[in-house]
């Protein structure tokens, strides 16, 4: 099997794995309780929370365990929605290329609504959402303008790299500029960032930032949201005064906090050599795929959502061909031991085109027919050389001329 579906999830590291068995047998005490065992446990928490910290420039307090990318994601907006609506800034800004974790809580909130007087009834929150550029960046003069034009905005949440076409937003330390100037909160969702982009939340600028272990060669079922001032977060799980700083009640994921822990660490000490190892990887795919469709002269019919190329900051190409049927090519991939995506994992049984890609200005058809290919620090030169040569056999076979 060649695995090419890193965006979705990456194997987990045999030294995270080996930092977390403890946890998983003999060191299994209650990180909340009194005795040795459960100490334990708080001190190995203790230690990932400063781990994740490092890998992003951050306090350990400022640190919040969650389930997941998800999870932190639902949890900023949850978590800041009494402070927000206490100061009277109740618009929010985002993007229609986010996440649906993203957008399905910004949605959750526009539809709260409050009763004025007898009859009228008012939502809670109000959100603009914009559009992309061509290459799915956010520009900064599109925020500013909205913000601008909505001067009870509250938050702006805008995410660094994407989670279908892999590219970074290279406007986003500019727009977390213009809201720092203006008292707005900033968000950025960097789940597909780390691993292939250094992250600092003072460089970024930013009060939020969500990540997650499994993206990161960590255990799934663990992420984290860096928060700047907690003092504008609401619990968004009670019952437990103790834990994640009295907002996220529940018993801890020792082993997985610890797994994440360490997969930040190894990451940290190792990201630089990382991200060029991966930056290359993408190239030397997108490359290949190009030389083999050029000896059957086919190499017009390739075309890269949102780029020209392989990005050198990323660990993901999302790509089309014309005339060949994108679920088409990913079973017969499959069936020949290549996995890749249709997109993001959370929309992989769907049929509808990509609604990112939609709204970058591809049509419903190239969207439909697009695929994701992204890579890891674990995938060699070798069966990323493999996986183009399958890779355009099986377009050759799919292809019908128009």
């Known amino acids: 099997m060649i695995y090419l579906d890193n965006a979705s999830t990456t194997r987990i590291d045999p030294r995270v794995l080996e930092a977390m068995m403890p946890y998983l047998t003999d060191e299994y005490g209650n990180a909340g309780t009194l005795y040795g065992l459960g100490r334990k446990s708080a001190k190995a928490i203790a230690k990932a929370r400063q781990q994740v910290a490092d890998l992003i420039g951050a306090?350990?307090?400022?640190?919040?365990?969650?389930?997941?990318?998800?999870?932190?994601?639902?949890?900023?907006?949850?978590?800041?929605?009494?402070?927000?609506?206490?100061v009277g800034k109740t618009h929010i800004v985002t993007t229609a290329i986010e996440h649906d974790s993203v957008l399905n809580a910004v949605?959750?909130?526009?539809?709260?609504?409050?009763?004025?007087?007898?009859?009228?009834?008012?939502?809670?929150?109000?959100?603009?959402?914009?559009n992309p550029r061509r290459n799915s960046s956010i520009y900064y003069e599109d925020v500013k303008k909205?913000?601008?034009?909505?001067?009870?905005?509250?938050?702006?949440?805008?995410?660094?790299?994407?989670?279908?076409?892999?590219?970074?937003?290279?406007?986003l330390d500019y727009i977390a500029d213009i809201c720092n100037q203006r008292g707005i909160l900033f968000?950025?969702?960097?789940?597909?960032?780390?691993?292939?982009?250094?992250?600092?939340?003072?460089?970024?600028?930013?009060?939020?930032?969500?990540?997650?272990?499994?993206?990161?060669?960590?255990?799934?079922?663990?992420?984290?949201?860096?928060?700047r001032d907690k003092y504008v977060m609401s619990p968004?799980?009670?019952?437990?005064?103790?834990?994640?700083?009295?907002l996220r009640g529940g018993t801890e994921n020792v082993a997985g906090i610890v797994g994440?822990?360490?997969a930040c660490e190894i990451l940290r000490l190792n990201q630089k050599k990382d991200i060029k190892y991966i930056a290359e990887l993408l190239q030397l795919l997108y490359d290949n795929i190009q030389k083999h469709l050029a000896e059957y002269g086919l190499e017009h019919i390739s075309h890269v959502n949102g780029g020209t190329g392989a990005s050198e900051h990323s660990k993901a190409i999302n790509m089309r061909f014309d005339n060949v049927d994108g679920e088409t090519l990913l079973l017969m991939l499959d069936a020949r031991g290549v996995c890749v995506s249709a997109g993001s994992a959370c929309r992989s049984?769907?049929?509808?085109?990509?609604?990112?890609?939609?709204?970058?200005?591809?049509?419903?058809?190239?969207?439909?027919?697009?695929?994701?290919?992204?890579?890891?620090?674990?995938?060699?030169?070798?069966e990323v050389q493999e996986a183009a040569k399958i890779i355009v056999d099986c377009v050759c076979a799919l292809y019908q001329p128009s």
Request: with cysteine.
């Open 59 to 86: 306090k350990p307090e400022q640190i919040i365990f969650t389930s997941g990318g998800s999870e932190a994601n639902n949890m900023v907006f949850a978590g800041v929605k009494d402070y927000l609506m206490s």
């Open 107 to 130: 949605d959750n909130l526009c539809k709260a609504q409050d009763i004025v007087g007898d009859s009228c009834i008012k939502p809670r929150f109000d959100a603009t959402y914009i």
């Open 146 to 171: 909205v913000i601008e034009r909505e001067p009870y905005t509250g938050i702006v949440s805008i995410m660094h790299t994407n989670n279908e076409t892999g590219l970074e937003n290279y406007w």
């Open 187 to 227: 968000h950025t969702d960097c789940v597909q960032a780390a691993g292939c982009n250094e992250l600092n939340v003072d460089e970024i600028g930013c009060d939020f930032m969500s990540l997650s272990s499994h993206k990161i060669h960590g255990a799934k079922g663990v992420g984290a949201l860096y928060v």
């Open 236 to 246: 968004i799980i009670f019952g437990g005064k103790s834990q994640e700083f009295g």
């Open 260 to 262: 994440f822990g360490a």
């Open 349 to 382: 049984h769907e049929s509808e085109p990509s609604r990112v890609l939609l709204a970058m200005g591809i049509d419903a058809e190239d969207a439909r027919n697009s695929i994701r290919l992204s890579l890891s620090r674990m995938n060699s030169k070798e």
